[in-house]
DNA sequence: AAATGAATGTAGCACTCGCTACAAGGGCTT
DNA sequence: AAGCCCTTGTAGCGAGTGCTACATTCATTT
């Protein structure tokens, strides 16, 4: 067995390890542990546990793209409130918590300024922007400005989630709805 | 020198180090250093690092309300865009930079249900909400949504600024703005 | 003066971390 | 069959972790 398959056999595994366990305090023994091998072969395979996350992210995020495009298939919006509508139920769906806790690992790393993880989450939040655009009413007058601004929303309500106030996401809503 | 102003003595340089490196990956040795003594007289004075880190939170805590009124004394705004762009200017302002990055700290624990940091979490948002209550006109018609409305659109952006985003949130500002 | 108790330094324990040296297996070519 | 290289297991290194046992200093109390 080559080396590009022995990852891709490992990659389920060792996503949904990182899903649940988060990647701030990762440890190579029990992730090798999740996936049936040794630290020592995840090192020999990826080289270096930074290169290891990095190839894990990727795999995490094109896994999660899927997900949403299967959750949400594509299609404009009847409306502005029916676009925040759809995208913030997808976004605030119990079903998506792994990947909010393992974004706000990202998000907190990035913070700090750890290049790799800025890049990480300047292109997710950039893709999620494209993809809200592409969702927007089609004679929207402005889809840039309104995609940004949904965004914002969404990815605030998302914390509100986050840090046990979904009350007050759920205010919030009603007030850009209403 | 009795315990309580040995802490209060250790407490700033404490707090300092906390906002600059942290407190997901912090160790005893490096803060203890910072502070001019050992981990051994930390453990001593606060009984355990999970205590201490509770401490050291409060303490940030309180130290960054009274920031936040220094920086922009109570009394309402003119208008929602105008009560919405004092807050997201204070907020998003460097000076908060190092307050921003703890917090995403905390919320990242928070998502993953570390129940210490949930507790602080919720508490910190709920004061920021009845904050912007606070700096709404007298006469809003809906000061409750409108407060849980603005605070999640200035997490958002607090949110693109970290992720290396400030123009999707510079462009949610001005579409609500305009 | 003797005794008590709080405060602190020194040294270390038991553990985990990422990573590596070494050797052995196993299939390949020559 | 001989040599070779990819792969893998075993064992361990050096550093760092929270925390503690022990001994000592020093001020206060009796």
């Given at each position: 067995m080559d080396s590009a398959s022995q990852k891709s056999e490992w990659m389920p595994k060792l996503a949904a390890h990182a899903l649940e366990h988060?990647?701030?305090?990762?440890?190579?023994r029990p992730l090798a542990r999740a996936a049936g091998t040794s630290d020592r072969m995840l090192i020999y395979h990826f080289g270096n546990k930074e290169q290891l996350i990095a190839d894990l992210l990727a795999f995490i995020a094109a896994d999660l793209t899927q997900n949403l495009t299967t959750a949400l298939p594509p299609g404009p919006s009847t409306s502005r409130v029916a676009c925040l509508t759809e995208v913030a139920g997808l976004m605030r769906n119990p079903a998506m918590r792994p990947y909010t806790q393992l974004w706000f690992d990202i998000l907190a790393e990035a913070a700090r300024g750890q290049s790799a993880h800025a890049q990480t989450s300047a292109a997710i939040m950039a893709g999620f922007v494209g993809w809200i655009r592409s969702r927007l009413p089609a004679d929207d007058p402005d889809p840039e400005g309104c995609a940004a601004h949904l965004l914002v929303l969404v990815e605030g309500m998302v914390m509100m989630d986050a840090a046990g106030q979904p009350e007050v996401a759920d205010a919030a809503l009603a007030a850009y709805s209403g």
């Open positions: 988060g990647i701030t305090g990762l440890s190579l």
